[in-house]
């Protein structure tokens, strides 16, 4: 299973923009089914947006969708978020998930059960 550092996370105003990047640590991200997750407190986390290993596909839930941007680059293995219009809802650790046992990206960002990093901290706050 991938491992990933997490980097990029900070404190921002409302309204505000961050860019998270996460790396994995311990093989290539070819084919792999990636995803966003955030985790709020005494909570599991959540996909927030996945991204396809063969096509490119995306896919945001609801509450981050035409805020929040997923991108990839194989070559660095990294995955970044694009995160935009900041919430004080969006505050939580976020975390980087990627499998290819799960192709449909709206699944990846449905499953559970994957092993964490440590996550990066968003803090929307003013």
């Known amino acids: 299973q991938l491992q990933f550092v997490e980097t990029g996370g900070g404190l921002v105003q409302p309204g505000g923009s961050l860019r998270l990047s996460c790396t994995a640590s311990?093989?290539?991200?070819?084919?792999?089914?990636v995803g966003w997750f955030h985790r709020t407190s005494g909570k599991e986390p959540e996909g927030v947006s996945c991204m396809s290993g063969t096509d490119g596909t995306t896919y945001y839930t609801d509450s981050v969708k035409g805020r929040f941007t997923i991108s990839r680059d194989n070559v660095k293995n990294t995955v970044y978020l694009e995160m935009a219009s900041l919430k004080p809802e969006d505050t939580g650790v976020y975390y980087c998930?990627?499998?290819?046992?799960?192709?449909?990206?709206?699944?990846?960002?449905?499953?559970?059960?994957?092993?964490w990093g440590q996550g990066t901290q968003v803090t929307v706050s003013s």
């Open positions: 311990n093989g290539g991200l070819d084919s792999y089914t």
């Open positions: 998930a990627a499998t290819r046992l799960v192709s449909d990206v709206q699944s990846m960002c449905l499953a559970f059960g994957f092993s």
